[in-house]
């Protein structure tokens, strides 16, 4: 649930805040040790007054804000200026920590050769060199300037990413036929007063893909069904020949906020009202059927089913009635679920469309790279993979949460092609 932290919570985190400040203050004065006595005191001023600023922010979110209802807008804007400052400030720190560690095994070495050599012990290391400070705090400036870009324009760079998968046993009808599929929209994260226009043209790039078919895998708002309320005619506007179709993320089910249980019902209920309303059918542990020229193509939905989150989802009550050779695409917002069940069910379902990792907002995807944080908790964290002839595509998000940006993993409009034949080499 979304509640303040307690305070021995707060008060261990500062302790480790406030070691690496200290920590990067050496590197500081290191550079300006050549400044004037003015200048000196103007950028350590201004790195403690920075640094102070966050703290009484920090500690103004603790005591007075309520998060009864989820993350509010000053928390979302305190997460970005924390994260704009540390972690700059962590690149930083491991400079110093790399020359901290030379100066020691160096420390060392020279009084094992003293005493060896029984001559007059040396100093451990000389003062902070200004060099390799400098240069910590070249390199540093690189992910502050990423994150700016990040809480400004990265959130809203929209990217179509489009896929060919290939399948032999596909009907004939579907071969070329186009999916296109948007995830984590997370609306309550946006500004209807200042993100209504990036929001609208996010959702018709969507639209200008034309796709066949339209799905949305899971968390349309944050937690609550009234962040709808302002976005109804933009997302409304989601269309597709065959149909629009959704499923339920872990966020739909307002189950982070602290609030009567009838309540959470209450909104819970709207919310499936609401996909109605947008022209979504919503698909909760069942199936349906997309016909083309004769031919048959099952769109199984199930509720969400995350490793460590809910475990409403049910694969095998998606599947009754389905012939069990019938080509099957499975909507689940959780790729966990891929990894513990679908991958390894009996049935041969064969593809899953999923969402829910956001790609942590965070990381870098350039050709020959593709990391981030979460791949150490989800194998399967963005893109398209195959795992013993059944894929899984993890669409990157629509929107955030939390952090209100996004640094190299872009916000996504995914467009899948079904083709008839052999696999073609998928990366992981």
Known sequence: MHRAPGFIGILIFVVFLLLIDFYVFSGVKAITSGYSSRTKKIVQWTFW???A???LWMFALVLFTSFSKGFPRSFMMFVGAWVLFFIPKLVFSLFLL???VYRLLRGFYSLGHNVLTKNDPMEFGSSRRKFISTVAAATAAIPFAGIIHGLTAGKFRFRVRREEVFFPDLPDAFDGFTITQLSDIHIGSFDPDSDRDEVRRGIAMANAEKSD???????LVNNMASEMDPW???VKQLRAPYGQYSILGNH???MYLTWPEQERLKSFNRLCEIHGELGFRLLRNEHTVIEKDGQQL???????WGRGFLHEGDLDKALEGVPENAFKILLSHDPSHFDEIVSQHPTHVHMTLSGHTHGAQFGVEIPGVKWSPVQFAYPHWAGLYNEAKRYIYVNRGFGFL?????VGIWPEVTVLTLRKGNSAPVST
Do not use: H, K, Q
Not at 213 to 219: M, Q, R
Not at 402 to 406: E, I, L, T, V
């Open 402 to 406: 939390a952090f209100p940006g996004r």
């Open 53 to 55: 600023g966050l703290y």
């Open 213 to 219: 078919l339209f799905v949305f895998t899971g968390d």
């Open 298 to 304: 099952y769109l199984l939905g199930v509720e969400d």
């Open 49 to 51: 007054s920075i640094n």
């Open 98 to 100: 790399g020359e901290d």
């Open 232 to 234: 109804m005619n933009e």
């Open 252 to 254: 739909d089910y307002g």
